[in-house]
């Protein structure tokens, strides 16, 4: 059966401080050029116990040390993981700015410029300067955003969301859902969304179509 008409709403679930959520953004922000879906992130916090101010941490490689297969997945996608992180972020404020950012309709820029922030910047995204930096590359009023920051106005809402994907079993991310049809947890390859796609039905943006 043909899908529908009408673009497939894909719900990306990830949080900022996960290096395989940055290569499934890549992957999903492939899809969104080529099928006929549009992306809604939802957030998620990768460890809740991280404190309000974040926690040191230890580099898990050393300058010498060979690519890993991750940096090496990196390299091919086109992004490029730091090494050397000391500190762990509390990603709340930074998926607060990502709600702001949805409503401006500025997610998309927002959220790649957030993971680029934290994993090739190595800037701590905890702190409201360097979320309001964000997202001021991203084509966001600084201003507007520093004062809905400051007002905690999208924390309810991003607390809520939250707890609807804990609710709802998710235990690993990247989690995309696919149109309330679909569920796929992981960084997966093109390959295995372009057999998602084609699995749903869902037409390439050129005009072709997939089977269900």
Same mark, same amino acid.
């Given at each position: 059966m043909g899908y529908e008409a009408g673009p497939m709403q894909v719900l990306m679930i990830s949080d900022f401080v996960c290096p395989w959520c940055y290569l499934g953004l890549v992957e999903i922000e *492939?899809?969104?050029?080529?099928?006929?879906?549009?992306?809604?992130?939802?957030?998620?916090?990768?460890?809740?116990? +991280?404190?309000?101010?974040?926690? =040191?941490?230890?580099?898990? +490689? *050393?300058?010498?040390?060979? =690519?890993?297969?991750?940096?090496?997945?990196?390299?091919?996608?086109?992004?490029r993981f730091s090494r050397g992180r000391t500190w762990t972020s509390n990603s709340v404020l930074a998926h607060e700015g990502a709600e702001f950012a949805y409503e401006a309709g500025r997610a998309r820029a927002f959220v790649r410029e957030m993971f680029r922030a934290y994993f090739t910047e190595l800037e701590d995204i905890g702190r409201l300067e360097?979320?309001?930096?964000?997202?001021?590359?991203?084509?966001?009023?600084?201003?507007?955003?520093?004062?809905?920051?400051?007002?905690? +106005?999208?924390?309810?809402?991003?607390? /809520?969301?939250?707890?609807? +994907? *804990? /609710?709802?079993?998710?235990?690993?991310?990247?989690t995309f859902v696919f149109g309330d049809r679909f569920a796929m947890s992981g960084a997966q390859d093109a390959a295995v969304f372009d057999a998602v796609m084609d699995r749903l039905g869902v037409p390439r943006r050129d005009g072709g179509q997939g089977e269900a």
């Open positions: *492939r899809v969104e050029r080529e099928y006929l879906v549009e992306v809604r992130h939802v957030p998620y916090l990768l460890d809740p116990s +991280t404190p309000p101010e974040g926690k =040191p941490r230890r580099p898990m +490689t *050393r300058a010498g040390d060979p =690519p890993t297969e991750m940096e090496l997945r990196a390299e091919a996608a086109g992004i360097v979320v309001v930096g964000v997202g001021e590359r991203a084509g966001l009023d600084p201003g507007e955003l520093r004062a809905a920051l400051e007002a905690h +106005t999208y924390r309810g809402r991003v607390l /809520e969301a939250v707890g609807w +994907t *804990r /609710e709802a079993g998710v235990s690993g991310v990247p």
